[in-house]
Every structure is written in C-alpha cells, then in structure tokens.
Nanobody, 126 residues
C-alpha cells in the first residue's frame, strides 16, 4: 500500500478557491484509484471525489462542477482543485487510496480504503 501526505489546506472566503495536494510513496501508486474524503466534527466522513487508476474522475453531487480531481502518476500525486467554495465545504480533507489495485469501480467505499492521509483543514468563511 501507499503512504499519503496532504498539503494545501487553509482559510478562504466564500466564493474563493483552494488547491489540495496529496503526495504518495511507493512505486505502485498508478495501480490504485485514489480520492478525497472530508469530515466535520461530529459527522461521518463523506466521499468527495475519486480518480480511477485509468484516469476517470467521479464526484459527489455536492461538489460536482466546482471541484476538479487530477492525478500525476509520474509524480505520485493527486490534487483537488476547489472553486466557488461554500461555508458548507469547511472540513478536514483526507486523501485516500483504494486497497485493491486496478479496482473496477470509480467510487471508493470507505471500507475499501487501504491508506489514509492525516488530513488537512479547509475553512471557508461566509
């Protein structure tokens, strides 16, 4: 499995933009679907976006059209470009990798996550 480290969180006003990055270790990164989840204190962690090992993206309805996920297999990184941010986007964002290489699905179930990053805080002020 890969080790994941997030960066890029911060404080932004509503309507602003932030870019999160996740750096992965290991030489098998390209075989895994990777993605982002987020969590607000007292609530369950929720899926945000994922990108399949083949490059196909998938988004939660709440972020579709505002967030863009991308991966660079040569650099072992996955990014999340977040535009038109809303206060409801405030959360700790976690990078995640599917535990199964070359998985068939586009979406990562939390039960199929093999690696988690430590998280990065995103705060959107109104």
């Amino acid at each position: 499995q890969v080790q994941l480290v997030e960066s890029g969180g911060g404080l932004v006003q509503a309507g602003g933009s932030l870019r999160l990055s996740c750096a992965a270790s290991g030489d098998t990164f390209y075989t895994y679907t990777v993605g982002w989840f987020r969590q607000v204190p007292g609530k369950e962690r929720e899926f945000v976006a994922s990108i399949k090992w083949s490059g196909s993206p998938y988004y939660a309805d709440s972020v579709k059209g505002r967030f863009t996920i991308a991966r660079d297999n040569a650099k072992n990184t996955v990014s999340l470009e977040m535009n038109n941010l809303e206060p409801e986007d405030t959360a700790v964002y976690f990078c995640a990798a599917d535990r199964r290489p070359y998985s068939a699905g586009y979406y990562i179930n939390q039960g199929d996550v093999g690696s988690w990053g430590r998280g990065t805080q995103v705060t959107v002020s109104s």
